[in-house]
């Protein structure tokens, strides 16, 4: 009997010995991956400092854990003072969700509907804000232009524009613009409803509440732990007051803590959340930057935002339940790029390092003089190639947009030709986007250059169909007809242009 129960005790040690040998096995596998990719992502941010296009705190969690964080260069272009993890950084677009929250928040009590005029809030505007609803400031498809910042100082300018603002750019509901107007209107009225100003409201009732204790409402320089931004000159932005008010600047930890009450539903329902990522183009902007969705549940939240020269990104992933936060005073236009390295890193997929942006280092030259900008970028293709990334049709892209913004059409156009040639199996598709975005926004005349270069290039049934859409959208129905019957030439199953050929002829 002791021998048996001898034995039966040497066996249940062997497994009790197994279990434990295999528990630290995993244990120790978890930690070299772990160590793995902290090596890796540390490489990468320090390859990224190196070249110039990474200043700033990186924050990524997992399962509420901090997987990794580091401090990555210095508050100012002076480079005296050594980034720390208090750094309050401007994060651009990111903080208009606090006025779409607060907004929800307002819903949510039965202060306001989404469908409300913004006339009903009586701010003093013209008739057109009886047909612009709160829904429409949200999605940007209100038809409010864009903010001419030459030609504004203060809150005051921006609304002194708007009462004396005569006609909206296109009908309510039916384009998109990516404009601050609607984003001023928002916070006007969250002012309206709460009694309160917008700051003392988001204070009061976001800020202080989840204990975001580590965050000031726009530039504080007085504030130690403000930093300023700074160009790849090193050359600090201009301490000034910014043209509009209610800018949340957080430091990394508080922008975690936002995006986790945020998308926990721990400040408005998820219902009320998810009405946020509502938009009104797949292409565009949503209140609450992207969201992709899938079994109609959220699996992926993304928001960008740039502001001089800051520039954020926050990235969580909800199935991985992974958030990756990168934040910096020396905008390189490139956080995007880094932020998928680290995800590629965290996958053990291969993953390539960020090179500089072209277009940031061409962008001033071409506005003075494209083609002096152009002989620069020949100039750096040559010399430099690997130290900017020529091979992103992207960079191109967003210049010629950025001067279609200035109105200059013709140097746009250059540079889309430049494209064409430097990247031509990249370009249609990058033409066909840029067409649809610029259209979207009732830039109808601009939208036809582009497609009348599209149709040149690369002509198709697909091109000649979207110029096609261009003249439509512009009332010149000869010439769209013209265009949708060369589509069906070239493509015949082609039913958008049957359709638009049977309507104009109708």
């Not at 002012?191 to 202080?208: A, M, V, Y």
């Not at 967003?398 to 040639?421: C, G, H, M, P, V």
Request: charged share 25%.
């Amino acid at each position: 009997m002791n021998c048996l129960n001898t034995k039966s005790l040497c066996i249940m040690c062997k497994t009790i010995f197994s279990t434990i040998f295999i528990f630290l096995l995993v244990i120790t596998i978890k930690l070299n991956a772990q160590n793995n990719h902290k090596a890796k992502i540390d490489s990468l941010i320090n390859v990224c400092h190196h070249r110039g296009i990474f200043n700033g705190n990186v924050l990524i969690i997992k399962n509420n854990k901090t997987l990794y964080r580091i401090e990555k260069g210095y508050t100012d272009g002076k480079k005296n003072k050594k980034l720390n993890r208090n750094a309050l950084f401007d994060i651009g677009s990111i903080a208009k969700e606090f006025n779409s929250v607060g907004i929800m928040m307002l819903k949510e009590k039965g202060l306001l509907s989404l469908d409300d005029k913004v006339s009903k809030y009586l701010l003093g505007l013209p008739d057109w804000s009886d047909k612009v609803s709160i829904r429409h400031l949200l999605q940007y498809s209100s038809g409010l232009p864009l903010i001419d910042w030459d030609k504004v100082k203060n809150d005051d300018d921006i609304y002194e524009n708007l009462k004396n603002l005569s006609a909206l750019d296109f009908e309510v509901g039916s384009g998109y613009l990516y404009s601050n107007n609607n984003i001023f209107l928002q916070r006007r009225i969250i002012e309206k409803i709460s009694g309160l100003t917008f700051n003392q409201f988001i204070e009061q009732k976001i800020l202080q509440p989840i204990g975001m204790n580590n965050t000031v409402i726009d530039h504080q320089y007085q504030n130690p732990n403000f930093v300023r931004g700074f160009n790849n000159s090193n050359i600090n932005d201009d301490e000034q007051e910014l043209k509009m008010s209610g800018w949340i600047c957080p430091s990394i930890d508080d922008l975690s803590k936002w995006t986790k009450y945020l998308l926990s539903y721990q400040l408005i329902s998820k219902e009320s959340l998810y009405i946020l990522f509502d938009k009104y183009m797949e292409e565009g902007e949503s209140a609450l930057g992207q969201g992709m969705f899938q079994n109609e549940a959220l699996a992926l939240y993304e928001h960008h935002g740039s502001s001089l020269s800051y520039e954020s990104l926050v990235r969580y992933d909800l199935k991985q339940d992974l958030i990756i936060i990168l934040m910096t005073n020396n905008k390189s236009l490139k956080i995007v790029e880094i932020v998928d390295a680290i995800s590629h890193i965290l996958k053990d997929e291969p993953y390539e390092v960020p090179q500089k942006s072209i277009y940031l280092t061409i962008r001033e030259k071409t506005y003075t003089n494209v083609d002096e900008g152009i002989k620069q970028y020949k100039i750096l293709k040559k010399n430099s190639p690997d130290v900017y990334n020529f091979s992103n049709q992207w960079e191109l892209a967003r210049l010629s947009y950025k001067l279609f913004e200035r109105d200059q059409n013709i140097d746009a156009i250059k540079i889309l030709k430049l494209l064409t040639s430097e990247l031509p199996t990249k370009s249609e598709e990058t033409l066909a986007y840029l067409g649809s975005r610029i259209l979207s926004e009732n830039h109808v005349d601009k939208s036809i250059l582009i497609y009348e270069l599209m149709v040149t290039k690369f002509p198709s049934g697909k091109s000649y169909s979207s110029l096609g859409d261009a003249y439509y959208k512009n009332k010149q129905q000869e010439i769209a007809l013209e265009n949708y019957k060369k589509s069906l030439e070239m493509d015949p199953d082609n039913d958008k242009s049957k359709n638009m050929i049977l309507k104009i002829e109708k």
